[in-house]
């Protein structure tokens, strides 16, 4: 099975933001002649024509543009990005680019290689990484992608890890003429061995020159991957050898900031589910001195059925001595009897059990939260603990995802080796504790879950894996002692396993993927880094103390990667049916509440989030450009931006601090944010630019895993009735589109739009006239404050732009309109030619605003003409039966009685109303929260109408009804997207219609029921 590779946004503008940093740059390719060196025979049969060509050398293109030019294209690069501008070169020159760990940093370089080699002629790169790990993960990157690659640029990238010991490759890499890359580790030219040196020095066997000499002729550009972990003071230095042409640094931790063009970090890559979410299992040592009773909450049972049960370990008399067991408990039940009357219980009778909040209450005044351990726990038995709820968060994802051909990897981090492995007198193999542990503890949990199922495919699976062989470890020290240790222990049969592990890990991640490989539990040293890592860890468990500030984000790091299926296709926002955050969700055992972990990792990522804007004043908003669906540009000038300031204090959406309140987000929870009319156009687009801002604590990229108590929602009795079955029937029916329309007429409306409808400003330039005052702090002058701004004016160029820069029209067009070339040009020789000229007015405006003309005109055209027809397929019921969903009482999960489901899991307050007023109305015979699985294809990607609901027949007109609930009905509120798939659901379910069938948008119960009773 091998990973596939998809475009990607966000990782295609990050590649768009390096090119853009060298616009006007000519595609040119230099040569130069290479030193081959001293040899020591001369052969005369080796001058001739050939010998002359390969004294050709490569290199990169020297720069032709000025440092004021680069400098401006970083700036226009940095405000599309809504970046910090750089006011200077820092360093000539260097980019950063801030990723998130998970969102694919690696393959973006490389592809930024291939775009500055189309777009330039640029060919030589050298990434420099800071260990052999990461090192190990970039090689296995270029594995990966070269097939993709290949497919997309119709060329390959000559690629060699640097080894002072096959000089040959640097010879390659100056004399080949394609893309050619070095990866190397920073130690192998930045300390001080033998091996380390050899990079310097005159070398016989390298016809005796410097391998740095021959690199550095190159003019390499060179890709830093983690510079906060390269770039000390010597490394600075060394670096400077390579005489590159500029460097590129990308990391998700920065230390400095050099021309930083790109930012992904952790808030954007979780708001745009680009990487898991975090759900966090803590475990809370409570025991105070003196107490003996020892008590562990694992969680509270939820269920309408009967009250809440608790899973409970306490400490049992049995024939052979005291064992901790796990019971459920109820209230009433008294730990003292249960215990076999042991004296330490004596007093813990449960008193409540509480669902809503997660705790258990005794008699005796004690409370313990899930999670709580109370009493003597040494750290073995906390260890125990860990190992369990690991195995155990591991099957219910597993049970969840295997029927979507998801496999489940969980990994585990400990601080020796010999906990895992140890080997006797003899050399022979055997399990440390925390291996028989995990065997013990596995196996235990397996029999539960064999008892639950019959004939299901999964068991078959669980039945088919040998605990011994579903757990696999990789320890650095393993590969090493069998060079080391004696003979005896190197010819062992179970060697090959090793190195198989340390394999599957980081050069075969594919086959880890597979559910033919049984490995679903690794167990590795804490001394796995950076670059280790599987997408489809959904579990982390740290077996020891996590000691340093960074080793959170270290650890989580390795499993925030979006998970693939046994196709190789990565489960995000593209996949049809599927939110990506039920699917995505990586759980982490702490060893500690998940108050402390979620703290401590919340205060890590938002360090890395210290260069966003924290107030919404009116310096926030100036100058910022909104871009709405149609394309249309608005720039918010001071006039708008003081007037949006004042908005929000009206609105109390900001306090005396220009901080965002809870008012705003509630307003923005129910659609409706009140802005000043002139953005009665953008106001998304404004919407988008306020979650720029850090609020501290308002987005959780946490979760508590524990508070999750509403879980296996399975279909109830509602499911089953006759009512709900015959509705079921009718929208069950699977359509396909077709789009016909006349492309003359399609391409006569878009000239008479062009025509008629485009209008393009001059390009404007602002002059600001200010003075320094006064100087108050060091903090002041940095933050570039001390200077007040006394008056501005806007002039306009009135005769024709003009730019180094050659725009390709017709290519710009053809991409962001997705038509062909020939259309294009039918549409620009139609127009007139004064409508042309706008091109010289302007020429980023005019493909701006005519390919956002000339989309609303195809769209309009796409949605008048699209028919569905009914096709031979349905949907089939174990949409509703194989589902993740989960949820939390009191908070997004709601008790029905009408539901198909016990519980309804909602997404917003406006859908909790709306459920709870159908589960109460009278008119409402059974209704069903219809789930991702179910969707209608249309040109813009797939729909999920929100409801299904059956009335009571007699006073309706419409028995049947599919609702999609909006927080507002205002056409402007409804994004453009959105309007045109609801617009292609009314002729989809149209299709279907027998009379008794209705679909509509409705934003209340009211709105509803006066719909159906019309």
């Known amino acids: 099975m091998k990973i596939k590779f998809k475009h990607q946004q966000f990782q295609l503008d990050a590649v768009k933001s390096i090119v853009d940093c060298f616009a006007g740059q000519p595609n040119e390719q230099s040569r130069f ?58 360093g000539r020159y260097n980019l950063t680019v801030e990723m998130e760990t998970g969102t694919g940093k690696t393959y973006t370089y490389i592809r930024t290689m291939f775009e500055l080699y189309k777009t330039y002629g640029w060919s030589k790169f050298i990434v420099v990484v800071p260990s052999i790990a990461i090192r190990e993960g970039v090689l296995k990157s270029f594995q990966m992608t070269e097939d993709h690659f290949m497919a997309e640029y119709g060329t390959k990238a000559r690629y060699f890890v640097y080894n002072s010991k096959q000089l040959h490759q640097i010879e390659t890499f100056a004399s080949d003429a394609g893309i050619n890359v070095m990866i190397i580790n920073s130690q192998a030219f930045a300390a001080r061995g033998k091996d380390a040196r050899r990079i310097y020095m005159e070398l016989d066997d390298f016809q005796s020159r410097k391998p740095i000499d021959v690199i550095a002729s190159t003019n390499p550009i060179l890709i830093i991957d983690e510079p906060q972990s390269v770039e000390g003071p010597k490394t600075k230095e060394a670096l400077k050898v390579f005489n590159p042409l500029f460097t590129l640094r990308y990391s998700a931790t920065h230390r400095e900031d050099y021309n930083k063009v790109y930012r992904l970090d952790a808030l954007d890559a979780y708001n745009m589910k680009l990487v898991k979410k975090i759900s966090v299992k803590g475990i809370s040592v409570k025991g105070t001195s003196g107490t003996e009773s020892y008590l562990y909450l694992e969680g509270i049972d939820v269920s309408d059925k009967h009250a809440p049960v608790a899973r409970l370990e306490f400490e049992v008399r049995t024939k052979t001595g005291l064992a901790k067991k796990t019971r459920k408990i109820r209230t009433g039940d008294d730990l003292y009897q249960l215990s076999g009357q042991l004296e330490q219980y004596r007093g813990y009778k449960v008193s409540e059990i509480n669902g809503q909040k997660n705790c258990i209450e005794f008699t005796n005044g004690v409370t313990l939260q899930a999670g709580d351990v109370q009493g003597d726990v040494n750290e073995l038995h906390f260890r125990r603990i860990q190992i369990r709820e690991t195995i155990k968060s591991h099957f219910e994802k597993e049970r969840a995802l295997f029927h979507q051909g998801i496999k ?206 924290k107030k919404a004043d009116a310096g926030f908003f100036l100058g910022k450009e909104l871009t709405n669906a149609r394309g249309e540009r608005l720039e918010i000038d001071e006039m708008l931006a003081k007037k949006l300031h004042r908005t929000f204090i009206r609105q109390g959406y900001v306090d005396d601090n220009d901080h965002l309140t809870d008012d705003y987000f509630a307003a923005v929870d129910n659609k409706q944010v009140v802005l000043p009319e002139e953005l009665s156009n953008h106001q998304e687009a404004l919407i988008e630019l306020v979650k720029t801002i850090y609020v501290a604590g308002k987005t959780d990229l946490t979760e508590d895993e524990r508070s999750k108590n509403i879980q296996r929602l399975q279909p109830n009795h509602n499911f089953y009735k006759k009512e709900f079955q015959e509705l079921w029937n009718q929208i069950n029916k699977k359509t396909v589109y077709t789009v016909q329309f006349d492309s003359d007429e399609l391409i006569q409306k878009c000239i008479y739009a062009l025509d008629h409808k485009l209008q393009v400003p001059a390009v404007r330039y602002a002059i600001k006239h200010g003075e320094m005052q006064k100087i108050e702090s060091k903090a002041q002058l940095k933050q570039g404050e001390a200077f007040v701004t006394r008056e501005t004016r806007s002039e306009y160029v009135h005769h024709a732009a003009t730019s180094k820069i050659k725009y390709d029209l017709i290519g710009k067009l053809m991409d962001e309109t997705r038509m062909t070339r020939k259309t294009i040009v039918r549409i620009l020789t139609g127009i007139k030619p004064s409508t042309f000229l706008l091109f010289r007015k302007n020429p980023e405006e005019f493909i701006i605003r005519a390919a956002r003309l000339i989309n609303e005109e195809k769209a309009t055209t796409i949605i008048e003409s699209i028919t569905y027809d009914v096709i031979n397929e349905t949907f089939e019921a174990d949409v509703f039966t194989q589902n993740a969903l989960r949820g939390q009482l009191g908070q997004n999960a709601v008790p029905a009685k009408k539901h198909i489901f016990d519980y309804v899991v909602t997404d917003s307050k406006n859908e909790r109303a709306f459920a709870q007023e159908l589960d109460t109305s009278q008119e409402v015979s059974v209704f069903a929260k219809l789930p991702r699985g179910f969707f209608i294809p249309t040109p813009l990607g797939n729909y999920n109408p929100d409801w299904a609901i059956v009335f009571k027949e007699g006073n309706v007109k419409y028995i049947y009804f599919i609702a999609e609930t909006k927080g507002s009905m205002e056409s402007l509120q409804l994004r453009e997207i959105e309007k045109a798939k609801i617009e292609c659901a009314r002729k989809h379910f149209a299709k279907l219609n027998t009379g008794k069938l209705k679909y509509d948008v409705v934003d209340s119960y009211e709105k509803l029921l006066e719909i159906v009773k019309a």
């Open 33 to 90: 002649t290479l030193d081959k060196g001293r040899r020591q025979k001369p052969n005369l049969f080796d001058y001739d024509a050939d010998h002359e060509r390969s004294d050709v050398g490569f290199k990169n293109n020297p720069i032709k543009l000025t440092d004021d030019e680069i400098l401006a294209n970083i700036q226009a690069v940095q405000r599309r990005n809504g970046l910090k501008q750089s006011e200077r070169l820092k």
């Open 408 to 613: 489940v990897l969980s990994l585990f981090f400990i601080d020796e080796v010999a906990k895992y492995r140890q080997y006797d007198s003899d050399g022979n193999e055997r399990n440390g504790i925390y291996a028989d542990i995990f065997q013990e503890e596995y196996l235990a949990v397996l029999n539960e879950h064999l008892s639950l199922f019959t004939d299901d495919p999964y068991v078959q699976y669980l039945n088919s894996i040998q605990v011994q062989d579903t757990h696999k470890g990789y320890f650095s020290i393993d590969k090493k002692s069998n060079r080391l240790v004696d003979p005896k222990v190197s010819r062992r049969e179970t060697d090959s396993d090793d190195v198989d592990a340390y394999d599957l890990i980081m050069r075969d991640k594919e086959r880890l993927l597979s559910f033919s490989e049984p490995t679903r539990f690794i167990f590795s040293h804490s001394a796995l880094k950076e670059g280790w890592d599987n997408p489809n860890v959904f579990q982390i468990c740290t077996l020891k103390h996590s000691d340093s500030t960074i080793k959170k984000r270290q650890e989580v790091g390795r499993g925030l990667r979006l998970c693939v299926n046994q196709n190789g296709d990565r489960i995000d926002s593209s996949v049809p049916g599927i939110d990506v955050h039920d699917i995505n969700v990586l759980t982490v055992i702490a060893s500690e509440s998940y108050e402390q972990f979620a703290k401590q990792l919340q205060s890590e990522i938002a360090e890395t989030l210290s260069e966003r804007p």
